[in-house]
C-alpha cells in the first residue's frame, strides 16, 4: 500500500472511530513513516549517540538478509503465524493471526505517544497483509511472478515492457510484480512459478476496503484517553470505496483527494503529510539537507551533529524508533 492508504485513510479511520485529530493524526503519521524510515546508522544527538531503526529498505541492499529479516518480515511482508505452529509459512495471508497479535501488543501499552506510536506502525504492517498477500519478506522463488495482467476496460491486456522489466528484479517481497499490489484502483492478475500457477484475479478495490473495515474496527474498539465522537463505518464506507476505485494514477492528487473528501471531520492544513517533519521537530537541522537522507551512504551519517533539544527524548521521531524497535524484538522473538 501506499501513502493514500497508510497515512491518509489511516488518519481518516482514526478520527471516525474516536480518536481526537491530533492523535489521530500521530498513528496515521508512524504509520505511513515506516515506509519512510530510512535512518540506517547511528546519528550525533547533543553529547549522545542515537540509534534509530530503519523500517525502509530500496535497492541492492535489500538482497542481503540482515535486511529481509530486520526490515521486510517484521513490517512489510509478515508471515501468519509465529514459527511454532505446525502450519508455518513465510508467505503473507491478509489479515493475519501473526498481525492481530501484533496489534494486540501496541493496544496494550500506556496511554502516551508510544502508544500511539506503536499503534500506527501495527497498523502499516496490518493493512499490508491485505496488498501482499501471497509474497514473503525474503528472498525466494515463491515470490517469482510472471506474466502480469490488468484488466483494462472490458478485457485482460498482457503486459510487454512491464513484463520484461520486472522480471528483472530481485524476488524479494513483490519486486517483481512492482506497484501493481499497492495500487488500490488495480485489478490485476499474474502467474507463480513456485508452485506453477496462475492467481486469481486481484481485486484491489475490496481487498483495499476490507482492510478499511478491520481497522476501523479495532481503532473503534481500543481504549481512548479523551474519546471524541465516532461516526459509524456504513457512512464513510462508500466514500473510501469510491477513493480506492478512483482511477487516478498520480499518488500526490490522490492524497488530496483523500483531504478534500474528508476535509469535514480533518483540518485540511493540518491532513498533510511531511515526511521529513518528525525528523526535523526532533533534530531542529540547521540545513534541511542534513535530514533529508534517503540516499545517504552509511558513511554520510557520521558527518551529522544536531543538539539536543529540550524533550528530545518525548519527540513523535524518538517515540517512532522505540515503537519499531519493540515490533521487529517482538516479531523476531517469535520467528527463531
Known sequence: MLRDFHYY??????????????D????AYASQYVDNSTESEPINVGDMIFDPVRTAQYGVDSYGWSAQKRIFIPFHFLPPRPLETTQYSFITEPNSVFAHMIWNEAEKEDDSLYRLCRMGVA???????????G???RYN????????QIHDGDKWKRLILEN???DFLPQIGHAEAGYFPDQSYRVWKYRKNKPKKMIPPRYNMQEFSNAAEAIYNLLHAADKSAPDHSIPWSEIKDKIGDLFADPEENLDNRCAMWRETFEDILDTEKFKYNRRKWREDALDPKRKGDVDWDDFEPSDFKRLRFPMKPGFHDTPWVQFHRAARKQRHFVLENLL
Not at 485513510?9 to 491530533?22: N, P, T
Not at 497498523?123 to 498477500?133: E, F, M, S
Not at 522463488?141 to 502480469?148: A, G, L
Request: with cysteine; aromatic share 10%.
Open 9 to 22: 485513510c489511516v488518519g481518516v479511520l482514526a478520527k471516525a472511530a474516536g480518536f481526537q485529530e491530533d
Open 24 to 27: 489521530a493524526l500521530t498513528i
Open 123 to 133: 497498523l502499516h504492517t496490518l493493512a499490508d497483509t491485505w496488498a501482499h498477500q
Open 135 to 137: 509474497f514473503s519478506g
Open 141 to 148: 522463488k515463491e515470490n517469482d511472478v510472471e506474466n502480469i
Open 164 to 166: 520484461i522489466y520486472l
